[in-house]
């Protein structure tokens, strides 16, 4: 019997090899927060634009459009295990003068996704090629300030810490000296024990864990919130050893160096040691917690903003940028019929009814804005396809003038 069940579990760790590990990461911050640099370095690779501006609020436009857009990537680690990271960037984050839309774009993001994962258990005949999108961890950076949390942060982590695993990450680290660096996170961790910001701080049962276990739980838990220096350069430091570094006068630092940021720490949380925790986090407490709610009509989790999420309990999906959009309107309306028919009494028909009505209304500014989007782009095509012409027509002049220069001579 021992040798079958040995068996089993070597042909399952083979299927999981041969087919990988699918894992979702969310990074918001501010324009400037060093949010696409830290992507590719997690990556080890270019994976973002570094060289993607997003414009500033003006006297005549005070709201910036927020983005989301998704990258995928194949990484694999020491032991051939494939992941394949699928990366949602948030151009655009912070750049309004009102930002509190942006947590609604996000949080509706997260909620459209456990909706789609809600529809597809309900349904008689399951999909067996449905995948699953929700977001398993959520890296927010917060700018190297030197202080504690801006209002604005507490107020983003307030929102989406019940949605989604919320790390919180200091960006540029290098900008800061040792002893400001240490005073930033201690400032850090004060605000969110104050304000009760419930991120994800590697949360464990004491009596079904290993000392191993727990020590290294401990340990990262001391490194809240990761410190993190992202490059976009390697460097030959002239032996022949290749480093993802950033230069400066006085010489090259590291970005690996442990020493000086907590990046490897961080990296192989995500990808290696929690990679799994994140994942049965998420589908174990976040989304069941969103789904009892969901199915009984309660109020989603109390904030300082908790009447108007109230009525924007279940989120439809947001723009996300990787070549199309979509929101597919008729299965949202059927998770939301499907969970209007589930909550019971009258009262709580009407308040789904006004749900319906209000998720009909966001549903139509979100195609409004991703047809402007498409607008926009089909615009920025059309100028590109200009240029080339205009390039094209420029060598076809410069050939004809050399080849007559050189009949002539």
């Given at each position: 019997?021992?040798?079958?069940?040995?068996?089993?579990?070597?042909?399952?760790?083979?299927k999981?090899?041969?087919?990988?590990?699918?894992?979702?990461?969310?990074?918001?911050?501010?324009?400037?927060?060093?949010?696409?640099?830290?992507?590719?370095?997690?990556?080890?690779?270019?994976?973002v634009?570094?060289?993607?501006?997003?414009?500033?609020?003006?006297?005549?436009?005070?709201?910036?459009?927020?983005?989301?857009?998704?990258?995928?990537v194949?990484?694999?680690d020491?032991?051939?295990?494939?992941?394949?990271?699928?990366?949602?960037?948030?151009?655009?984050?912070?750049?309004?003068?009102?930002?509190?839309?942006?947590?609604?774009?996000?949080?509706?993001?997260?909620?459209?996704?456990?909706?789609e994962?809600?529809?597809?258990?309900?349904?008689?005949?399951?999909?067996?090629?449905?995948?699953?999108?929700?977001?398993?961890?959520?890296?927010?950076?917060?700018?190297?300030?030197?202080h504690?949390?801006?209002e604005?942060?507490?107020?983003?982590?307030?929102?989406?810490?019940?949605?989604?695993?919320?790390?919180?990450?200091?960006?540029?680290?290098?900008?800061?000296?040792?002893?400001?660096?240490?005073?930033?996170?201690?400032?850090?961790?004060?605000?969110?024990?104050?304000?009760?910001?419930p991120?994800?701080?590697?949360?464990?049962?004491?009596?079904?864990?290993?000392?191993?276990?727990?020590?290294?739980?401990?340990h990262?838990?001391?490194?809240?919130?990761?410190?993190?220096?992202?490059?976009?350069?390697?460097?030959?430091?002239?032996?022949?050893?290749?480093?993802?570094?950033?230069?400066?006068?006085?010489?090259?630092?590291?970005?690996?160096?442990?020493?000086?940021?907590?990046?490897?720490?961080?990296?192989n949380?995500?990808?290696?040691?929690?990679?799994?925790?994140?994942?049965?986090?998420?589908?174990?407490?976040?989304?069941?917690?969103?789904?009892?709610?969901?199915?009984?009509?309660?109020?989603?989790?109390?904030?300082?903003?908790?009447?108007?999420?109230?009525?924007?309990?279940n989120?439809?999906?947001?723009?996300?940028?990787?070549?199309?959009?979509?929101?597919h309107?008729?299965?949202?309306?059927?998770?939301?019929?499907?969970?209007?028919?589930?909550?019971?009494?009258?009262?709580?028909?009407?308040?789904?009814?006004?749900?319906?009505?209000l998720?009909?209304?966001?549903?139509?500014?979100?195609?409004?804005?991703?047809?402007?989007?498409?607008?926009?782009?089909r615009?920025?095509?059309?100028?590109?396809?200009?240029?080339?012409r205009?390039?094209?027509?420029?060598?076809?002049?410069?050939?004809?003038?050399?080849?007559?220069?050189?009949?002539?001579?």
């Amino acid at each position: 019997m021992a040798s079958i069940i040995e068996a089993s579990a070597a042909l399952r760790k083979r299927k999981n090899l041969k087919r990988g590990i699918n894992f979702t990461l969310m990074v918001v911050g501010e324009s400037g927060s060093g949010r696409s640099t830290f992507v590719n370095t997690l990556c080890g690779q270019q994976v973002v634009d570094v060289s993607t501006t997003v414009m500033l609020p003006t006297d005549a436009s005070t709201q910036i459009e927020l983005q989301l857009r998704e990258e995928t990537v194949e990484l694999e680690d020491d032991e051939g295990v494939k992941i394949q990271l699928n990366i949602i960037d948030t151009p655009g984050f912070g750049g309004s003068l009102d930002n509190s839309q942006n947590f609604n774009v996000i949080s509706d993001y997260i909620k459209h996704q456990y909706d789609e994962i809600l529809l597809e258990e309900s349904r008689v005949r399951r999909n067996p090629r449905f995948k699953d999108g929700r977001v398993h961890c959520c890296l927010y950076l917060v700018n190297p300030t030197g202080h504690g949390l801006k209002e604005m942060d507490v107020e983003f982590m307030r929102t989406l810490a019940p949605l989604v695993n919320v790390i919180p990450i200091i960006s540029k680290a290098d900008s800061l000296t040792p002893a400001e660096l240490k005073l930033n996170k201690k400032l850090i961790m004060e605000d969110i024990d104050y304000y009760h910001l419930p991120i994800y701080n590697f949360p464990f049962e004491e009596t079904d864990i290993s000392d191993e276990d727990y020590e290294n739980n401990m340990h990262l838990r001391s490194l809240m919130p990761f410190s993190v220096v992202g490059s976009n350069e390697v460097y030959d430091l002239g032996d022949g050893t290749l480093i993802r570094g950033r230069q400066y006068p006085w010489g090259t630092l590291d970005v690996e160096d442990s020493t000086i940021s907590d990046f490897v720490h961080l990296r192989n949380t995500l990808l290696i040691s929690h990679l799994h925790d994140l994942k049965d986090y998420t589908h174990e407490i976040l989304y069941e917690r969103y789904r009892t709610e969901a199915l009984s009509g309660e109020p989603s989790a109390p904030s300082s903003r908790g009447a108007h999420l109230a009525a924007h309990e279940n989120g439809t999906a947001s723009p996300v940028a990787s070549g199309k959009s979509s929101f597919h309107a008729a299965d949202h309306e059927s998770a939301t019929s499907s969970l209007k028919q589930s909550a019971g009494g009258q009262d709580t028909y009407l308040a789904r009814e006004e749900q319906i009505r209000l998720e009909e209304e966001r549903l139509k500014a979100f195609e409004e804005r991703v047809q402007q989007e498409l607008l926009l782009k089909r615009q920025e095509l059309l100028q590109r396809e200009q240029e080339l012409r205009d390039i094209e027509e420029r060598i076809e002049r410069e050939a004809k003038q050399r080849a007559e220069s050189e009949s002539l001579q």
